[in-house]
């Protein structure tokens, strides 16, 4: 969400799709990608292709373009002769993606581990003291957890892993969003700042299976918080 510098919402899977309206095409891609990821697009939402086009003052042509290339990029989900909506999960699927996550992160975190210097390890913690800075920003905090995560996978390289990793970022952002939300107006951000600056930790010893561990941790205790809120996803 490419090679996914931190915090690209794109992470690695870049703008490939795109043909013969190519300036076009990814000017309205980078615009509805921001807007969904922003949350001016809700779960389920119909993104109407005429509507976009007039804003754009493009065709409908590179519309459809962009659509097909957020679509790879899990962000939309499109229907054959129907019409194109933000991709919206279950409770049930969010937790599956999230199950897959705990997988598959540790391992680009692995391999990308070994190559991060001490330029990363300094990003990683301006994106930390960003987070901590927030303040009940919501919005801002999102953008620096997801240049955090990113950053520390940057040294892994592309690949299929790095690609499924960003579809899944992308599907479920609407829900660490709200997951967010609830933690700011509950009981703060504070685990997640911890579990941030252990990542770090981590990272700076060089310490793979402790970095594993405390990435696992983080994500679950996301998950579990989502599943004790089933009307999220109503």
Request: aromatic share 4%; with cysteine; glycine share 10%.
């Given at each position: ?9 794109t ?17 309205i891609?980078?615009?509805l990608r ?11 939402e ?25 679509q ?90 790095r ?15 709200e ?26 010893r ?19 918080e ?5 009307e999220?996803f109503?």
């Open positions: 969400m490419a090679s996914g510098p931190p915090g690209a919402v992470g690695p899977a870049g703008q490939g799709g795109l043909d013969g309206h190519g300036g076009a095409s990814v000017r891609a980078d615009a921001t807007a969904i990821l922003d949350g001016s697009y809700r779960p389920g119909r993104i109407r292709q005429e509507d976009v086009a007039s804003r754009s003052g493009a065709s409908r042509m590179p519309v459809r373009e962009a659509l097909r290339v957020l790879a990029e899990g962000l939309v989900t499109l229907v054959a002769n129907s019409g194109a909506w933000v991709a919206k999960l279950t409770l049930a699927e969010c937790a599956e993606l999230y199950q897959i996550r705990e997988r598959l992160e540790p391992l680009l975190l692995r391999a990308s581990l070994p190559s991060l210097d001490g330029g990363a390890i300094a990003r990683m913690t301006e994106f930390a003291k960003a987070m901590e800075a927030a303040d009940g920003d919501v919005a801002a905090f999102l953008r620096a957890d997801r240049a955090f995560h990113w950053a520390s996978y940057a040294a892994a390289g592309p690949g299929e892993t690609e499924i990793i960003a579809r899944m970022w992308n599907s479920t952002q609407h829900y660490r969003r997951f967010t939300r609830m933690a700011v107006g509950r009981a703060g951000l504070g685990a997640t700042h911890l579990e941030h600056q252990l990542l770090i930790d981590c990272i700076r060089a310490d793979p299976e402790d970095a594993e561990r405390v990435l696992v941790m983080h994500i679950r205790r996301t998950r579990s989502l599943a004790g809120h089933p999220i109503a």
